[in-house]
């Protein structure tokens, strides 16, 4: 294992290399290892899913004053899911540099979905030992608290029927969504959706499919009434 490329490429030092490499070590290399001294990262697994939760945790709380508890609750699911930390390492090519045992290279285990969850909460745990939780906090800044604020999760919430609850408030007031353009290529498009209350545009959203750019237009659009 590089620690120095890895620390380079995260833009990351740590005090204790130790840390670093334990939250990299998967069981399956100790294991085959014996000889040599080690730790598999399943205890900073553990660490680093409590300091996840509680860093998404605070920003949700801070950023949606509006949010019902229940909401709240719903959306942090989606975010610390493992389909979503899976997404998080392959970004941060956190694969690369697993040291696993033979048997699990042989199988995939580099890329299996699992591993790579277990081992961006080892990262997160090995950080927050070695340098605290506003340092942990700073990296979820820069690598997870844009997705949320750019709407990447905002299939978890149903923002379009938010929206209907809303306007069903007001009696012979009807919605419409409108795909406005669509841009680049096949397969990597973005939509652009109005959404249109008695014929006002109430807001617009981006998204990789129609149903992502509705929901965010939803999203605009309820921002918009709740300030």
């Known amino acids: 294992m590089n620690v120095s490329q890895l620390q380079d490429q995260l833009g990351i030092t740590f005090n204790n290399h130790d840390l670093i490499t334990q939250a990299f070590t998967h069981s399956s290399y100790v294991n085959e290892h014996r000889e040599v001294p080690s730790s598999d990262n399943e205890r900073l697994e553990f660490l680093g899913d409590a300091v996840l939760e509680l860093g998404v945790s605070q920003y949700l709380f801070r950023k949606n004053d509006n949010m019902a508890e229940g909401e709240l609750t719903k959306l942090r699911a989606a975010i610390v899911c493992e389909a979503s930390l899976v997404n998080f390492a392959r970004e941060l090519q956190l694969g690369d540099h697993i040291l696993l045992g033979r048997g699990e290279e042989q199988t995939g285990g580099r890329d299996r979905p699992a591993l790579l969850a277990d081992v961006f909460e080892a990262f997160l745990g090995a950080l927050y030992l070695d ?97």
């Open 131 to 227: 340098q605290g939780f506003e340092i942990a906090l700073d990296f979820l800044k820069k690598y997870v608290f844009p997705k949320i604020s750019t709407g990447a999760f905002s299939h978890a919430m149903d923002y379009k029927s938010q929206l209907q609850e809303f306007v069903q408030q007001y009696k012979n007031r009807t919605i419409e969504y409108r795909i406005v353009e669509e841009k680049g290529p096949s397969h990597n498009k973005e939509f652009v959706a109005q959404v249109v209350i008695q014929e006002n545009i109430a807001g617009v959203g981006v998204g990789r499919t129609k149903k992502e750019a509705e929901q965010r237009a939803a999203k605009n659009a309820l921002d918009t009434y709740n300030n």
